[in-house]
Antibody
Framework: VQLVQSGAEVKRPGASVKVSCKASGYDFISLYMHWVRQAPGRGLEWMGLINPNGGMTTYARKFQGRVTLTRDTSTSTVYMEVRSLRSEDTATYFC?????????????????WGQGTLLTVSS | VMTQTPASLSVSPGESATLSCRASEAVSSNLAWYQQKPGQSPRLLIYGASSRATGIPDRFRGSGSGTEFTLTITSLQSEDFAVYFCQQYINWPYTFGQGTKLEIK
């Protein structure tokens, strides 16, 4: 199993960014994909998840309306777009493989993580 | 809300460390522990409150259910000094604790 994320980004306040997470080594559409971010020197913050089979999404309230998760099943890739960037969005963003879309949430822990994508928002 | 205590802990190699995680609402056994070192992605240690992930040595032990959880690390090795996070995965949003930094004494 591998989750490979796109490279570091530098954006101006107010801009948008789209980060990718390409999955391999497992049945992409059968497992949720989650996104977690970490501001410099801070803890982990859960952002949301996507069901790759159909594209259903759930977001933390803090990110609703400003973050969009999408997927491309032909390339086993999940995308996270953040709009209206502000300095507080400066962080490392991780994708993490969740549990089965067919089960309950008892397996929704993260055995596999992407390597992280550093986003810097600065004028 | 997940609350971890202490925020930091200094322990000598070879000794044991006990890290705590408290949930504001019951999360059953849907509790995971992760280890993170600087510049790295988090690493899963424990899931289901007490099950060790693949390849995790048995000096890592998780316990608890409901709202009170503990991660115990015995015979601390140099590679164990890191930041540890708990996470509940019973209800969205899947919140993390703020972390406990385990430092060498």
């Amino acid at each position: 199993v591998q989750l490979v994320q796109s490279g570091a980004e530098v954006k101006r306040p107010g801009a948008s960014v789209k980060v990718s997470c390409k999955a391999s080594g497992y049945d992409f559409i059968s497992l949720y994909m989650h996104w977690v971010r970490q501001a410099p020197g801070r803890g982990l913050e859960w952002m949301g998840l996507i069901n790759p089979n159909g594209g259903m999404t759930t977001y933390a309230r803090k990110f609703q309306g400003r973050v969009t998760l999408t997927r491309d099943t032909s390339t086993s890739t999940v995308y996270m777009e953040v709009r209206s960037l502000r300095s507080e969005d400066t962080a490392t963003y991780f994708c993490a493989r969740g549990g089965s879309i067919y089960g309950d949430n008892s397996d929704e822990y993260y055995q596999f993580w992407g390597q992280g994508t550093l986003l810097t928002v600065s004028s | 809300v997940m609350t971890q205590t202490p925020a930091s802990l200094s322990v000598s190699p070879g000794e044991s460390a006990t890290l705590s995680c408290r949930a504001s609402e019951a999360v059953s056994s849907n509790l995971a522990w992760y280890q993170q070192k600087p510049g790295q992605s988090p690493r899963l240690l424990i899931y289901g409150a007490s099950s060790r992930a693949t390849g995790i040595p048995d000096r890592f032990r998780g316990s608890g259910s409901g709202t009170e959880f503990t991660l115990t690390i015995t015979s601390l090795q140099s590679e164990d000094f890191a930041v540890y996070f708990c996470q509940q995965y019973i209800n969205w949003p899947y919140t993390f604790g703020q972390g406990t930094k385990l430092e060498i004494k």
